[in-house]
């Protein structure tokens, strides 16, 4: 296939409550910077909760959700001639809820569903302060839990791409030094599940900065076999496809020759 197709398969728009613009706008902006395929993977409701609307500023509220999917597969017809619009969802992974959830998308024609871990021990991972005062070994066992979370969320079968697999870092940086082989066990899990991993750019936006997940986990991602994919995590339209030429070489630079987009689940891979 050539390997002049660009794609973004992560992007938010308002109805998370955090993010700016309609999905439109999104969309115009991706034809705009000449993709060829545009995913619109907003947050998902909190599907477990009782409540309609759990976390305004966090994601849609439930009511949304068939708005959010109809609004999308509108726009997949209306701007057919000038980009594929494809229809993702960002995903919460709660391994006691997965199936709330899997009930929830198998209803809906997604071309692909990202399953990010947003939450450990039961709070967010972006929280600051939350590594303040531990020790070593309570530091250990955290990173620990996050990567079982990605282990199990890779097992699940719900998702075609894990999102951000080292996002924890987002405030932290210093996550990435704190020692354990669970990212080499979590890779090979990945691999052997075939799930794709995202090359996310959106931890510039935070005090990590650079990329989510970082080139060593990149170089061992590539020794498991492990598919990856694009996503700027965007939350303005501005930021579309943000460093994808530049991920594009890193990528090359590393050892991939190729990487993934999905149309209604099935992974297309193309020469990077």
């Not at 009930?103 to 939350?130: A, E, M, T």
């Amino acid at each position: 296939m050539s390997n002049s197709i660009k794609f973004d398969l992560h992007t938010h728009h308002h109805r998370c409550g955090h993010a700016i613009g309609t999905i439109e706008d999104y969309v115009k902006q991706a034809i705009e910077y000449g993709l060829h395929y545009i995913g619109i993977s907003d947050h998902s409701p909190y599907f477990y909760s009782e409540e309609d609307h759990l976390y305004p500023t966090i994601s849609m509220a439930k009511s949304e959700f068939v708005s959010y999917i109809n609004e999308v597969l509108h726009l997949k017809e209306k701007y057919q001639d000038k980009i594929h619009v494809l229809l993702g969802m960002e995903s919460d992974f709660f391994p006691d809820h997965i199936d709330v959830y899997k009930d929830q998308y198998i209803l809906h024609p997604f071309d692909y569903i990202i399953g990010s871990v947003h939450y450990v021990q039961d709070l967010n991972i972006f929280k600051k302060g939350r590594w303040d005062g531990l020790a070593s070994q309570e530091q250990i066992k955290l990173k620990e839990e996050y990567y079982d979370l990605i282990q199990k969320s890779a097992k699940s079968g719900v998702f075609q791409i894990l999102g951000h697999i080292d996002a924890m870092k987002g405030f932290y940086p210093a996550f990435s030094d704190i020692e354990t082989d669970v990212i080499e066990k979590t890779l090979k899990i990945i691999g052997q599940e075939d799930i794709a991993i995202e090359i996310n750019t959106s931890g510039k936006t935070k005090d990590c900065g650079g990329w989510y997940p970082a080139d060593d986990i990149l170089e061992r991602a590539l020794f498991h076999n492990v598919k990856v994919t694009f996503g700027s995590d965007s939350h303005k339209p501005e930021r579309i496809g943000d460093e994808f030429e530049q991920v594009q070489k890193r990528l090359k630079e590393i050892g991939f020759t190729e990487w993934a987009y999905f149309v209604q689940k099935k992974r297309i891979m193309t020469s990077l």
